[in-house]
């Protein structure tokens, strides 16, 4: 009845890069997740962090913690003090620093997240959703990581809300050149936010390469219980009436461009199939 969350997993993540991890419900996204910062520890294999095996006797895994960060997939759940900012400097007071440096943390964190001041001293519980993320992620990034895990840091928020929270996380990566691994569900977001797509299935890494690598293949991806963005689809319908990119567009707005170049250079026509 033994059954293995993880197997033959064998990978490398560069600094600075933002990273999609796909793959059904229960093909071990969230459990590789946990891996990578010593939450939970392999029955085989290593993890290397900067070139250190975690495991190794004497390993300081609460530093490796305060490095590599990790918001759960509903992290409102890790909001418990009696304000906004109290719950965002517990981290950085937990790495020894003084209330006044804590407080100086808490604060740049909840500007990079976008969550306005008047909303500090308020309980975390009296936040809306998105407020709520902005919150926990705050509480990560307060102590500084130089990787941000995120597993399904958008799920049950309305399409702005969604919209909204990515665009804070893509600034963080652009302006910070923080490494970043999003665990999603939404195809569409990771082909338009992440650089690089890894794809699990049944516990094994199927397959790696960009989102247009990815997505090319959304034929396999069916197979494992997945799909592709919506303009994937629409590329290929397309297609069938006789309309080619010179290049595949991944998202809405690279599909506009190249409608809109294709249209130019046929002199505003694209075919008599298209009114």
Request: hydrophobic share 35%; glycine share 10%; charged share 30%.
């Amino acid at each position: 009845m033994e059954h293995k969350a993880l197997r033959d997993i064998c990978l490398s993540i560069p600094d600075g890069q933002f990273i999609g991890i796909i793959g059904h419900t229960g093909s071990g996204k969230s459990t590789l997740m946990q891996h990578l910062n010593g939450l939970l520890k392999a029955s085989e294999g290593a993890i290397y962090y900067n070139g250190e095996d975690i495991y190794e006797k004497g390993y300081d895994l609460k530093k490796l913690r305060s490095k590599v960060g990790l918001v759960f997939q509903y992290p409102e759940y890790q909001l418990f003090e009696v304000d906004v900012i109290s719950d965002v400097m517990f981290g950085p007071r937990n790495q020894g620093l003084s209330d006044t440096d804590a407080k100086a943390r808490a604060e740049e964190a909840l500007r990079m997240v976008g969550l306005p001041e008047e909303t500090w001293e308020k309980s975390p519980f009296e936040l809306s959703g998105g407020q709520k993320r902005r919150a926990a992620i705050a509480g990560v990034l307060a102590m500084r990581p130089e990787v941000l895990i995120l597993d399904e840091p958008t799920a049950g928020l309305d399409p702005e809300g969604r919209d909204d929270l990515f665009r804070q996380i893509r600034a963080l990566h652009d302006e910070e050149g923080m490494t970043i691994l999003l665990v999603s569900h939404s195809m569409d977001d990771v082909a338009r936010y992440t650089d690089q797509v890894l794809v699990l299935d049944h516990g094994e890494l199927k397959m790696t390469g960009t989102p247009e690598e990815i997505f090319r293949r959304y034929k396999e991806l069916e197979t494992m219980g997945l799909g592709a963005p919506q303009i994937t689809y629409l590329v290929h319908e397309l297609k069938d009436i006789g309309i080619r990119f010179e290049s595949r567009p991944d998202t809405v707005d690279e599909m506009r461009d190249a409608i809109l170049k294709l249209y130019k250079e046929a002199g505003g026509k694209l075919g008599k199939e298209v009114r």
